[in-house]
C-alpha cells in the first residue's frame, strides 16, 4: 500500500541519517523548515533548483508510463496537469521515492532521491489514494508521522500546527475511520507538511474537500509557496490550479508536451488562434477594421444576450500582443468604444486541449 511504502523509507532514511539543523556547501543553512536554493556542489557558483528531473523514464513491459521526462522546478506552486494515465502519479512516485525509475534521475537538490535517504527526507508527500491506520485519532497520525521523521518531543506540537493549517484541529481527537473524504485529506496534507519540508508532493490534495476548503487550501499552498517551498499539485480542477500559479507542466501520454508559464505556452500555439470576445459601440465597424488591418484572421457576430440588435464580436487573433498594442489606437481613430475584452480560450483547460488534440495528430 502507498503509505506503507512511505512509511518504510523514512524509517530507512531516520537510521541512516539524523534530522539537525546543518550548513550546506557554501554557507547556507537547512533547518528543516522551506525552502533555500543551494550552491550547486559542481562549482561555477550558480543556485540549484530544488527539483531536477533528467531524463526520466518509466517502462511497466511495453508500456511507457514515462517517456524521457527533463524538467527543472524552482520555489513556488507548480501545476501538473493531464488526463487519467498522463504519468503524474508516476512522475510524483518516482519523485518521492516510492518507484524506481527504468532511465535517468530525480534530483532534489542535486542528490539522486532513489539513493540518497537524506534527500527524501526534505519532501513531504501526499499521495491521491488513502492508505491509514484507521483506529488511529487523527492527531495521533500525524504525530506518528512527524516522529518517523525525527522531530522526538516536538512532533506533538508541531503535529498540532499542521493540523491547525490544513483546518483539521477541530477534528484531531477523531478516528480516521470515522472520517469523512474532506477530513481524511486535510490528514494527508497535514502530515505532509508537519516537518517541515522543503518541497511539497501533492497529488490530487483537493479532492473531496468543499469549495470553502479547496480556496483555504490554495490559500496555504500559497503562504506556503511565498516562504520558499517548492510546491508541486496535479489536480484536474485546472481553474483552480491557474488561480494560484500560471506554472504549469502539461503531461499526455508519459510526455511532457508543454510547460512554462501558460500565457507563453497559449502563444506558442501558431495553430489556434486567440478568441477574443469583444464588446464595441460599433462592432461591424470595427471588425471590418481589423480584418482589413491583418490582426485578426477570422470574426463571428455574436447576438449579445438580452438585446435585439447589438452584436459582440469573436475575434480569432494570431499574434496577441500586437493586437493589444494596436487596438486603443484604432479604436480612437475610429472613434468607437471598447466596452469589453475578454480571452475565451486563454484557460489551462482550453490550452491542454489544443495541445492534446496537437500531440494526438502528431503522432499518428
Known amino acids: 500500500m502507498v503509505f506503507q511504502r512511505f512509511l518504510r523509507y523514512r524509517v530507512r532514511a531516520l537510521q541512516r541519517t539524523a534530522l539537525v539543523s546543518h550548513r550546506r556547501p557554501g554557507g547556507l543553512v537547512w533547518r528543516g523548515s522551506l525552502g533555500l536554493l543551494e550552491q550547486d556542489p559542481r562549482g561555477g557558483g550558480g543556485l540549484m533548483n530544488p527539483v531536477s528531473i533528467r531524463d526520466l523514464a518509466k517502462w511497466y513491459g511495453e508500456i511507457a508510463g514515462l517517456n524521457k521526462v527533463n524538467l527543472e522546478l524552482q520555489p513556488g506552486i507548480t501545476g501538473l496537469v493531464g488526463p487519467n494515465g498522463a504519468g503524474k502519479s508516476t512522475l510524483m512516485k518516482i519523485l518521492t521515492g516510492q518507484l524506481k525509475p527504468s532511465y535517468g534521475e530525480a534530483l532534489i537538490f542535486g542528490k539522486d532521491v532513489w539513493k540518497t535517504p537524506a534527500a527524501r527526507r526534505r519532501l513531504g508527500y501526499s499521495p491521491e489514494g488513502d492508505s491509514f491506520y484507521e483506529d488511529m485519532s487523527v492527531l495521533a497520525f500525524v504525530r506518528a508521522m512527524g516522529r518517523l521523521c525525527g522531530l522526538g518531543g516536538s512532533a506533538d506540537a508541531l503535529a498540532r500546527e499542521a493540523l491547525g493549517k490544513t483546518g483539521a484541529l477541530g477534528f484531531a481527537g477523531k478516528r480516521l ?46 503562504e506556503l509557496a511565498g516562504a520558499g517551498a517548492t510546491v508541486i499539485v496535479s489536480s484536474h480542477i485546472l481553474e483552480e490550479i491557474e488561480a494560484v500559479t500560471s506554472r504549469i507542466v502539461f503531461l499526455a501520454q508519459g510526455k511532457v508536451i508543454a510547460s512554462g508559464a501558460l500565457a507563453e505556452v497559449r502563444g506558442l500555439l501558431k495553430d489556434h488562434p486567440l478568441k477574443l470576445l469583444v464588446t464595441a459601440s460599433d462592432p461591424r465597424k470595427l471588425g471590418a477594421r481589423l480584418l482589413e488591418s491583418g490582426l485578426v484572421t477570422g470574426i463571428v457576430f455574436q447576438r449579445r444576450a438580452g438585446e435585439l440588435a447589438e452584436d459582440d464580436l469573436v475575434l480569432s ?48
Open 317 to 364: 487573433v494570431p499574434q496577441v500582443e500586437s493586437f493589444y498594442r494596436a487596438l486603443p489606437g484604432l479604436a480612437r481613430e475610429l472613434g468607437i468604444g471598447i466596452d469589453r475584452l475578454v480571452p475565451l480560450d486563454a484557460s489551462a483547460e482550453a490550452v491542454f486541449g489544443y495541445l492534446v488534440g496537437e500531440e494526438m495528430g502528431g503522432s499518428a
Open 177 to 222: 475511520k470515522a472520517c469523512s473524504k474532506g477530513m481524511r485529506q486535510r490528514a494527508k496534507l497535514a502530515q505532509a507538511l508537519v516537518h517541515k519540508p522543503d518541497i511539497l508532493v501533492l497529488d490530487e490534495p483537493l479532492n473531496g474537500i468543499d469549495a470553502t476548503g479547496r480556496r483555504e487550501m490554495l490559500r496555504l499552498f500559497e
